[in-house]
């Protein structure tokens, strides 16, 4: 069946390091992938997206790599900062169902 | 740009009444919005796919009857909670299907936090 998931809940970085949040899909059919970023009491919030025709999508302080073969999608933020603290889910299109498909999201903690 | 808008943010309804929530797309026309709902420490689940002059298009397991929707323009839809009970608090948020300019993004409201007492 259909799966977004993520390897790990929580991540937890110190403040200016780099953060690498990963993601897994398994519809081979899903061709447009979107981060995005949730902050506690408020909506999704757009980061970064990337088509299937790519590979690697630079944005500002982020990155976002989709690696096809193994169905495996990953956010990359450099120097962290304590605004980056939220959850972080990526989302697939299934296939052109017009629809999105939510990972269970991943929490990242920024440290001082 | 891209902005999309709820109201109410929150709401606090008796059991048994009706409760309107309202998304509009700011900047672009939207043909296509969606509606999810969200329990703490959960993702998003989407409850129903709303496309404007047409009808809603509900998930399954979700009540069509029980969760009204409309999309009356196209940078509005609401979504109408009937006979609301506790089990149906939640946070609701609703997205617009941007697609302009050559995307096809959803861009995602501020969400409306729903309490029934």
């Known amino acids: 069946g259909e799966n977004v998931g993520l390897h790990l809940p929580t991540l937890s970085v110190q403040e200016g390091d780099n953060s690498i949040i990963n993601c897994a899909y398994s519809?081979?059919?899903?061709?447009?992938f979107i981060w995005y970023k949730q902050e506690s009491g408020k909506g999704p919030q757009f980061i970064i997206d990337?088509?299937?025709?790519?590979d690697k999508r630079q944005g500002q302080r982020v990155t976002v790599l989709l690696n096809k073969t193994v169905k495996h999608l990953s956010l990359q933020i450099a120097a962290t900062q304590p605004g980056d603290s939220a959850v972080y889910f990526c989302?697939?299109?299934?296939?052109?169902?017009?629809?999105?498909?939510f990972g269970q999201g991943t929490t990242l903690q920024v440290k001082p | 740009g891209a902005v999309v808008s709820q109201h109410p943010s929150w709401v606090i309804c008796k059991s048994g009444t009706s409760v309107k929530i309202e998304c509009r797309s700011l900047?672009?026309?939207?043909?296509?919005m969606f509606w999810y709902r969200q329990f703490p420490k959960q993702s998003l689940m989407l409850m129903a796919t709303?496309?404007?002059?047409?009808?809603?298009?509900?998930e399954q397991g979700v009540e069509k009857d029980k969760f009204l929707i409309n999309h009356a323009s196209l940078t509005l839809s609401t979504l109408t909670v009937t006979s609301a009970h506790p089990e149906d608090s939640s946070f609701y948020i609703c997205?617009?299907?941007?697609?302009?300019?050559?995307?096809?993004?959803?861009?995602f409201g501020p969400g409306t936090r729903l309490t029934v007492l």
């Open positions: 997205s617009a299907r941007h697609t302009g300019q050559g995307q096809n993004t959803q861009y």
């Open positions: 519809n081979s059919a899903s061709d447009y």
């Open positions: 990337i088509r299937s025709n790519m």
């Open positions: 989302a697939e299109n299934g296939g052109n169902t017009g629809k999105l498909i």
């Open positions: 900047d672009f026309q939207a043909t296509t």
């Open positions: 709303s496309n404007e002059g047409s009808k809603a298009t509900y």
